[in-house]
């Protein structure tokens, strides 16, 4: 058994690191970028198409994931600091 150590971060890198994943996943996919074998195996003509199709699936996801962050992580770290400003003018630690 394994422990995943999770960091806190704001909810945009997480979806940053989602990218991320995504990309390293693709590059996992069998017949996705090395032809139509994997160790040694050959893998069937059917099985070589729904593994690039699924590839290709993952890399049109890498796109629709990056604006959001780039454009909801400055807002979101706006927020948190205003957020922080208002506990603190309050006498408030932040959590």
């Known amino acids: 058994m394994s422990a995943k150590v999770v960091e806190i971060c704001s909810p945009w890198q997480q979806v940053a690191d989602a990218a991320d994943r995504i990309a390293e996943l693709i590059s ?7 032809g139509d074998t994997f160790e040694g ?6 099985s070589q ?3 690039r199709l699924a ?4 890399q049109r996801v890498i ?3 990056q604006p959001a962050v780039n454009r909801e ?3 979101y770290s706006k927020h948190t600091e205003r ?9 408030k630690r932040p959590h």
């Not at 996992?28 to 090395?34: K, L, S, T």
């Not at 195996?41 to 059917?46: A, D, K, P």
């Open 55 to 58: 590839a290709a699936l993952l």
């Open 83 to 91: 957020l922080e400003e208002a506990q603190a003018a309050r006498g």
């Open 73 to 75: 992580q400055p807002r």
């Open 41 to 46: 195996f050959e893998l069937t003509e059917e």
């Open 63 to 65: 796109p629709l994931l």
């Open 49 to 51: 198409k729904e593994l």
């Open 28 to 34: 996992d996919i069998p017949a996705a970028h090395n």
